[in-house]
């Protein structure tokens, strides 16, 4: 199979990566109350969480191409484990550390009825930290491949995109948003 797998690792590594980036600017601009004709909240919605499930399958061959692939020696526990890796410990740990958090987000998230609004939401805002963690393992790890000119515009319109969004989420005062705190509270 020569280096195909390793190959498709990478490749699926950058797309998870761009998928991973939509879906937290998404959540973003959900979250801000951004909405058109064209955009209502429900669409946003189904779209935020479908690219999500998406980030996900990417993610999996992502991980299950790198690990079949004998070259670098890593084991399944290195996927949920930080940092315990023979294979670039810290950035490999990185990327550990975002596929617990990126399970622990969607897996609330389906489950949201029965845990409860607070909860979820505490667990769903570590996205904001889920995603630099995801993006710095992909840029330290990916070595030579981030020092290509077309990954690292890649890269930086990710961060500008993540940027814009939150900023316009910080700054943003919705009408409902403090009924929604009230609920949460209670
Ligand atoms: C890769 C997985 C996911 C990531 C990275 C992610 C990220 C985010 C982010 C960053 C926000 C904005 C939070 C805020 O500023 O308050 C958000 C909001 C939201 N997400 Fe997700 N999300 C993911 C999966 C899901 C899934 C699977 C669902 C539902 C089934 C979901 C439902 C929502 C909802 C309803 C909001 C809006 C919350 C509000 O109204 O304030 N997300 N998401
Ligand atoms: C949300 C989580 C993750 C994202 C967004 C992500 C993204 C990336 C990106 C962008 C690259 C660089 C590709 C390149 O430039 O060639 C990469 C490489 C890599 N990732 Fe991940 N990754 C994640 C989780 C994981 C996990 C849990 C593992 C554990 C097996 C892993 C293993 C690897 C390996 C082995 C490489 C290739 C290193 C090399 O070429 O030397 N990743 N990843």
Sequence with gaps: MGQSLWFASRGTGLVTALLLTATTVLGAIHA?????????????????????????????????????????????????????????????????????????????SLLRRRIGLWWWRAVHLSAYALWPVAMLHGVGIGGADTRLGWVLALYLACAAAVLVAVVRRLLVRDPDRDARRRAWTS
């Design 32 to 108: 801000g109350r951004v909405t058109s004709a064209r955009w209502p909240r429900f669409t946003l919605h189904a779209v935020h969480r479908n690219l999500s499930l998406l980030t996900l399958v990417f993610l999996a061959v992502h991980v299950a191409s790198a690990i079949i692939d004998p070259y670098a020696g890593i084991a399944w526990l290195d996927v949920v484990v930080p940092f315990v890796s023979t294979y670039h410990p810290f950035w490999l740990g990185m990327g550990a550390v975002a596929f617990d958090l990126i399970l622990a987000v969607v897996v609330t």
